[in-house]
């Protein structure tokens, strides 16, 4: 027995399993299609950009990284005082520059040229350098904001309030060019915005696709009919709508249907707090502070590494890039694959900056 109990202490405290354990299926409702999956012991062991002196914990993170731009927009919340009231910053880490640009903000978004953010009812539009370009006011005071271009190309607002002893949100659609109202509709705590419909995700038993053009749910989903309870984390690629859960699980889901297409648990099975999907792969971080990437073609974790100190609380990811925040309030950039980590160290080894602790951004070599 003593054997036992610590072979179980020493699995639950590492993510570097051997290819030959076998992941334990969850429960398998009616018509459910369950998996195993094969995890490498492969580690990211590469040369990573790090901000420091980040204000609050990360709560976002949306990657700018282009011709033009190479910035990450990080949203934040600071608990203050004995009521432990939530204040909210919006960050512009520039990595060209390895500055930090800090906004007082509600919430916020970008559409890759500008930044967009909620401060009181009025939406403030900044250039992401974060110089102020014009302010509307809304008369809403929203706690949720995105945007997003519709089928016929009209760039749209999407702002989401709670109003006061409601259990719902009021989602408001606004065109940009025209400031004006489309529609207004009640939905579920609103996650995220994918190809035109808002994801309800997160710590509730049912989970709601609404379509922004209609207003209507399309699609509801039983989030406890698996032993793996609420959704602790949610994102969404293509027509796949991918869930973490508190046990190390995690489902596959069509995002359209709301048929369940595969689940898998991670062997550690430690609290899934954040997820990113991008090229067939599946960002997943836990409370421990660890990463790992799960191949969607392959059914396969290819790389685990330890992350962060505290719970990872936001993932961002582009081609070449996983963007990481925590609640240890920092934000680390790590390259996807050696040719780029190359040349990433190569950017970093050519930097004059002195290192110092005053500093916003350091760079960290493993």
């Given at each position: 027995?003593?054997?036992?109990?610590?072979f179980?202490?020493?699995?639950s405290t590492?993510l570097?399993?051997?290819?030959?354990?076998q992941?334990a299926?969850m429960?398998?409702?009616?018509?459910?299609k369950t998996?195993?999956?094969?995890?490498?012991?492969?580690s990211?062991?590469l040369?990573t950009k790090?901000?420091n002196g980040?204000?609050?914990?990360v709560?976002?993170?949306?990657?700018v990284i282009n011709?033009?731009?190479?910035?990450?927009?990080v949203?934040c919340?600071?608990?203050?005082g004995i009521?432990?009231d939530?204040?909210h910053?919006?960050?512009?880490l520039?990595?060209t520059n390895?500055?930090?640009?800090?906004?007082?903000?509600?919430?916020?978004?970008?559409?890759g040229?500008?930044?967009?953010s909620?401060?009181?009812?009025?939406?403030?539009?900044y250039d992401?350098?974060?110089e102020?370009?014009?302010s509307?006011?809304?008369?809403?005071?929203?706690?949720?904001?995105e945007?997003?271009?519709?089928a016929?190309g009209t760039p749209l607002?999407?702002l989401a309030?709670?109003?006061?002893?409601?259990?719902n949100y009021?989602?408001?659609?606004?065109n940009?060019?025209?400031k004006?109202k489309?529609?207004?509709?009640?939905?579920n705590?609103?996650?995220?915005?994918?190809?035109g419909?808002?994801?309800?995700a997160?710590?509730?038993?049912?989970?709601?696709?609404y379509?922004?053009?209609?207003?209507?749910?399309?699609?509801?989903i039983?989030a406890?009919q698996?032993?793996?309870?609420?959704?602790?984390?949610a994102?969404?690629?293509?027509?796949?709508?991918?869930?973490?859960?508190?046990?190390g699980?995690?489902?596959l889901?069509?995002?359209?249907?709301g048929?369940?297409?595969?689940?898998?648990?991670?062997?550690?099975?430690q609290t899934?707090?954040?997820?990113?999907?991008?090229?067939?792969q599946?960002i997943?971080?836990?409370?421990?502070?660890?990463?790992?990437?799960?191949?969607?073609?392959?059914?396969?974790?290819?790389?685990?590494?330890?992350?962060?100190?505290k719970?990872?609380s936001?993932?961002?990811?582009?081609?070449?890039l996983?963007?990481?925040g925590?609640?240890?309030?920092t934000v680390?950039i790590?390259?996807?694959?050696?040719?780029y980590?190359?040349k990433i160290?190569?950017?970093?080894k050519?930097?004059k900056?002195?290192?110092?602790?005053n500093?916003?951004a350091n760079?960290?070599?493993?």
């Open positions: 027995m003593k054997i036992r109990k610590l179980s202490l020493l699995l590492s570097v399993c051997s290819a030959v354990n992941i299926a429960d398998n409702p009616k018509n459910r998996t195993s999956i094969a995890v490498s012991n492969e990211l062991n040369p790090r901000f980040i204000e609050g914990e709560t976002k993170l949306c990657p011709h033009e731009h190479n910035k990450i927009i949203s919340t600071k608990k203050v009521l432990e939530e204040i910053f919006t960050h512009i520039d990595l390895n500055t930090v640009k800090t906004l007082r903000t509600k919430c916020s978004c970008t559409d040229t500008h930044l967009f909620m401060m009181g009812s009025d939406l403030d539009t992401l350098i974060g102020s370009k014009n509307l006011e809304t008369n809403y005071y929203a706690t949720f904001l945007f997003f271009t519709d016929f607002f999407v309030s709670r109003p006061f002893l409601s259990p009021t989602v408001t659609l606004i940009q060019n025209t004006a489309i529609q207004s509709f009640s939905a705590h609103p996650d995220f915005i994918h190809q419909l808002l994801v309800s997160c710590k509730q038993d049912t989970i709601h696709i379509e922004l053009k209609s207003g209507n749910i399309i699609t509801s039983n406890t698996s032993r793996g309870g609420q959704a602790s984390a994102c969404a690629s293509e027509n796949l709508l991918i869930t973490g859960h508190p046990n699980g995690i489902q889901w069509n995002i359209k249907t048929d369940l297409i595969r689940c898998f648990q991670l062997p550690d099975k899934i707090t954040a997820l990113c999907a991008t090229n067939n599946i997943i971080a836990n409370k421990t502070g660890y990463i790992q990437i799960y191949d969607i073609k392959t059914n396969k974790i290819t790389q685990t590494f330890k992350g962060h100190e719970a990872v936001a993932l961002g990811a582009t081609k070449d996983i963007i990481s925590s609640n240890d309030k680390k790590w390259p996807k694959n050696n040719a980590a190359q160290y190569e950017i970093l050519n930097n900056r002195t290192k110092s602790e500093d916003l760079f960290y070599f493993d």
